[in-house]
């Protein structure tokens, strides 16, 4: 999850993910994730976790959701963020994975723990069993509220022990991160990743 110099952005989301796509391409290969299903979401900062139960026939992007989980090992999860935060939720076994998208309203609505729950629900995986993962994201004070924060705390009260926060702000590295709101909207997205082992 990193800025990709050279790279034309745009206001239109769109044109930038096809800019970016060739880019995005060669990070799935350089992890040993290009073979693999890629599951995606049209992400619309909501709380709906889409649950990817079976192996899609070709990569797949599921409308109007912001999470997604599964327990395929050929299955390849990605999130996009440029400012929100990119929650990894692994089991310790490698039963199942977790990946969602969370900015101020996805925060506000809880999907980290609705997230925690349908793995509970569809996989059997305990919330103890999870290790969770913040990504950069932006934070005070380039933004008024610390959502990080809150996922985290949300994380601990749906029972999560391991939780890591990156502790970096996409706004105050503009080198290395993309920022929605420092950029004024004219900015790239980061590809978040995460397959089973």
Same mark, same amino acid.
């Given at each position: @999850?990193?800025?990709?110099?050279?790279?034309?952005?745009?206001?239109?989301?769109?044109?930038?993910?096809?800019?970016?796509?060739?880019?995005?391409?060669?990070? +799935?290969?350089?992890?040993?994730?290009?073979?693999?299903?890629?599951?995606?979401?049209?992400?619309?900062?909501?709380?709906?976790?889409?649950?990817?139960?079976?192996?899609?026939?070709?990569?797949?992007?599921?409308?109007?959701?912001?999470?997604?989980?599964?327990?395929?090992?050929?299955?390849?999860?990605?999130?996009?963020?440029?400012?929100?935060?990119?929650?990894?939720?692994?089991?310790?076994?490698? +039963?199942?994975?977790?990946?969602?998208?969370?900015?101020?309203?996805?925060?506000?609505?809880?999907?980290?723990?609705?997230?925690?729950?349908? @793995?509970?629900? @569809?996989?059997?995986?305990?919330?103890?069993?999870?290790?969770?993962?913040?990504?950069?994201?932006?934070?005070?004070?380039?933004?008024?509220?610390?959502?990080?924060?809150?996922?985290? +705390?949300?994380?601990?009260?749906?029972?999560?022990?391991?939780?890591?926060?990156?502790?970096?702000?996409?706004?105050?590295?503009?080198?290395?991160?993309?920022?929605? +709101?420092?950029?004024?909207?004219?900015?790239?997205?980061?590809?978040?990743?995460?397959?089973?082992?």
């Amino acid at each position: @999850m990193r800025r990709i110099p050279g790279i034309e952005l745009s206001h239109d989301k769109a044109a930038v993910l096809n800019n970016l796509d060739q880019a995005h391409r060669e990070a +799935r290969h350089a992890l040993g994730l290009i073979d693999r299903k890629f599951v995606t979401a049209r992400q619309v900062h909501g709380d709906k976790i889409a649950v990817v139960d079976s192996v899609p026939a070709g990569d797949k992007c599921f409308e109007g959701c912001d999470g997604m989980i599964t327990n395929q090992r050929d299955v390849c999860l990605g999130v996009y963020v440029a400012d929100c935060c990119a929650i990894f939720l692994v089991d310790q076994n490698a +039963r199942a994975i977790g990946l969602v998208h969370s900015g101020k309203k996805g925060t506000a609505l809880g999907i980290a723990g609705k997230a925690i729950e349908r @793995m509970r629900q @569809m996989f059997g995986i305990e919330p103890g069993d999870l290790t969770a993962q913040l990504s950069p994201c932006i934070r005070p004070p380039h933004y008024e509220i610390d959502f990080a924060a809150e996922i985290a +705390r949300q994380c601990r009260d749906a029972g999560i022990k391991e939780i890591h926060d990156s502790d970096v702000c996409t706004a105050c590295n503009l080198e290395h991160y993309y920022s929605y +709101r420092a950029e004024k909207g004219k900015t790239g997205r980061m590809l978040a990743l995460l397959g089973l082992e």
